[in-house]
C-alpha cells in the first residue's frame, strides 16, 4: 500500500541480507518509505535494482550509489544477519507477503536461489581455484553446444527448450513517471475463490462518494480508514478520537486504531466495483464492503457500524447496522 504506515518489522527486514527475495520485492513496491533500504541490501537481485534505479527517487538513488562503491572495493565481506521475528513499536498488522515459487517449480527469473551459507571472506588462493573452475565448465559447455548443431547427438539442433510457466518478474524498468509493480510471483495468480464482480475497475485506491471513507487495494492486502464514525454509541467497538482502520489479508481481517491509508485515489460510485491482485471493494449506500480474493477474509464498514467475515463480499442485506 503505498504511502501507509510501515508494519511492525518490515524495516528491519527492507535492511536483513537474509530477507528473501520476493519479500524485498513486496516491499520495495508497496512501502515507498523502504525502497532505499531495499537498494542498498546486498540480496536484491539485479531486476528490481534495475526498477528501483528507474524510478528516480533521490534517496533510492544514493543509495545505489552506495552500493556500486561497497561493491567495488577489493576487500569486503557481508554478514547476513538472522530474522529474529516482527520489531517493535509500529502500528497495524503486518501483510502477508507470497513465497517466491510453490515446491517443485521453476524460481522466478532475476529471483537468485538462497545460498546455502552466507558469503564469506575468500582467499586469493580460493578465488583463483573458483575462476579456474568456472573456465573448465565454460569450455565444457562450448563443446556440447558444438557438438549438438553439428549433429554429433544425432539431433538437428532445432530442438529448443519450452519456456517456463512459471511468472517472470520484468526485467524492463518501468516508466518513472507511472511505474507499475514488478511482474508478480507464481503464488499470486492461483486461482481466485472470491472473485471480484464482473466489471470491476483496475484501482490501488479510492473514496467512497461521501468522501468518509478512504481506501488501498494491494496485491494481497486491503485497507479502510473511516474519517467520522459512530461506533461507540451503536455498540461497536471503536477507535475513540483516533482514525479508525479495518484491513483484510489473506489469512484475517481486523481493526487497528491510529494508522490510516492514503486515500488518494477518484470516488467510487455507489454500486460500482474496484480491484487490483487478490483485493476487491464494492461501493454502496449502506457501506463499503472489501475482501481478498484468495482467502475470503473480508470486512465492511459505514458511518453507523463495522464487521468482519470469511467468505468474500459482504452483503449490504447481511450488514449489522
Same mark, same amino acid.
Given at each position: 500500500?503505498?504511502?501507509?504506515?510501515? $508494519? &511492525?518489522?518490515? #524495516? /528491519?527486514? +527492507?535492511? !536483513? @541480507?537474509?530477507?528473501? =527475495?520476493?519479500? *524485498?520485492?513486496?516491499?520495495?513496491?508497496?512501502? $515507498? &518509505?523502504?525502497? #532505499? /533500504?531495499? +537498494?542498498? !541490501? @546486498?540480496?536484491?537481485? =539485479?531486476?528490481? *535494482?534495475?526498477?528501483?534505479?528507474?524510478?528516480?527517487?533521490?534517496?533510492?538513488?544514493?543509495?545505489?550509489?552506495?552500493?556500486?562503491?561497497?561493491?567495488?572495493?577489493?576487500?569486503?565481506?557481508?554478514?547476513?544477519?538472522?530474522?529474529?521475528?516482527?520489531?517493535?513499536?509500529?502500528?497495524?498488522?503486518?501483510?502477508?507477503?507470497?513465497?517466491?515459487?510453490?515446491?517443485?517449480?521453476?524460481?522466478?527469473?532475476?529471483?537468485?536461489?538462497?545460498?546455502?551459507?552466507?558469503?564469506?571472506?575468500?582467499?586469493?588462493?580460493?578465488?583463483?581455484?573458483?575462476?579456474?573452475?568456472?573456465?573448465?565448465?565454460?569450455?565444457?559447455?562450448?563443446?556440447?553446444?558444438?557438438?549438438?548443431?553439428?549433429?554429433?547427438?544425432?539431433?538437428?539442433?532445432?530442438?529448443?527448450?519450452?519456456?517456463?510457466?512459471?511468472?517472470?518478474?520484468?526485467?524492463?524498468?518501468?516508466?518513472?513517471?507511472?511505474?507499475?509493480?514488478?511482474?508478480?510471483?507464481?503464488?499470486?495468480?492461483?486461482?481466485?475463490?472470491?472473485?471480484?464482480?464482473?466489471?470491476?475497475?483496475?484501482?490501488?485506491?479510492?473514496?467512497?462518494?461521501?468522501?468518509?471513507?478512504?481506501?488501498?487495494?494491494?496485491?494481497?492486502?486491503?485497507?479502510?480508514?473511516?474519517?467520522?464514525?459512530?461506533?461507540?454509541?451503536?455498540?461497536?467497538?471503536?477507535?475513540?478520537?483516533?482514525?479508525?482502520?479495518?484491513?483484510?489479508?489473506?489469512?484475517?481481517?481486523?481493526?487497528?486504531?491510529?494508522?490510516?491509508?492514503?486515500?488518494?485515489?477518484?470516488?467510487?460510485?455507489?454500486?460500482?466495483?474496484?480491484?487490483?491482485?487478490?483485493?476487491?471493494?464494492?461501493?454502496?449506500?449502506?457501506?463499503?464492503?472489501?475482501?481478498?480474493?484468495?482467502?475470503?477474509?473480508?470486512?465492511?464498514?459505514?458511518?453507523?457500524?463495522?464487521?468482519?467475515?470469511?467468505?468474500?463480499?459482504?452483503?449490504?442485506?447481511?450488514?449489522?447496522?
Amino acid at each position: 500500500m503505498p504511502g501507509a504506515e510501515i $508494519p &511492525q518489522g518490515l #524495516a /528491519a527486514a +527492507a535492511s !536483513n @541480507p537474509a530477507t528473501d =527475495q520476493e519479500t *524485498l520485492r513486496q516491499i520495495a513496491f508497496h512501502y $515507498p &518509505q523502504l525502497r #532505499a /533500504a531495499v +537498494a542498498a !541490501n @546486498p540480496s536484491a537481485y =539485479q531486476g528490481l *535494482l534495475d526498477w528501483l534505479r528507474a524510478l528516480g527517487d533521490a534517496s533510492v538513488n544514493e543509495a545505489l550509489a552506495d552500493r556500486a562503491r561497497f561493491e567495488s572495493a577489493p576487500d569486503r565481506t557481508i554478514v547476513l544477519a538472522p530474522q529474529t521475528g516482527p520489531a517493535t513499536g509500529s502500528a497495524g498488522p503486518a501483510p502477508v507477503f507470497p513465497p517466491v515459487a510453490a515446491a517443485g517449480e521453476t524460481p522466478a527469473q532475476g529471483l537468485r536461489q538462497a545460498d546455502s551459507e552466507p558469503p564469506a571472506r575468500k582467499s586469493s588462493t580460493g578465488m583463483k581455484a573458483a575462476l579456474a573452475l568456472l573456465l573448465v565448465v565454460a569450455l565444457a559447455l562450448a563443446g556440447i553446444v558444438i557438438a549438438i548443431f553439428s549433429g554429433a547427438f544425432g539431433g538437428d539442433g532445432a530442438t529448443q527448450s519450452q519456456p517456463s510457466a512459471s511468472p517472470q518478474p520484468s526485467t524492463t524498468a518501468p516508466s518513472t513517471e507511472s511505474p507499475s509493480s514488478p511482474t508478480p510471483s507464481a503464488s499470486e495468480a492461483e486461482s481466485e475463490k472470491y472473485p471480484a464482480p464482473d466489471g470491476a475497475v483496475l484501482a490501488q485506491s479510492f473514496t467512497a462518494p461521501s468522501g468518509n471513507i478512504l481506501c488501498d487495494l494491494g496485491e494481497d492486502v486491503v485497507t479502510c480508514s473511516i474519517l467520522e464514525q459512530s461506533y461507540a454509541t451503536a455498540g461497536f467497538e471503536s477507535c475513540g478520537a483516533t482514525t479508525t482502520t479495518i484491513t483484510a489479508t489473506g489469512e484475517s481481517a481486523g481493526l487497528s486504531c491510529g494508522s490510516a491509508v492514503s486515500g488518494g485515489g477518484s470516488p467510487l460510485a455507489y454500486g460500482s466495483s474496484a480491484t487490483n491482485g487478490h483485493s476487491a471493494c464494492v461501493s454502496t449506500q449502506d457501506g463499503v464492503s472489501c475482501w481478498n480474493t484468495a482467502s475470503g477474509r473480508s470486512f465492511a464498514l459505514a458511518r453507523g457500524g463495522w464487521q468482519t467475515g470469511t467468505e468474500g463480499r459482504i452483503s449490504p442485506d447481511d450488514f449489522r447496522w
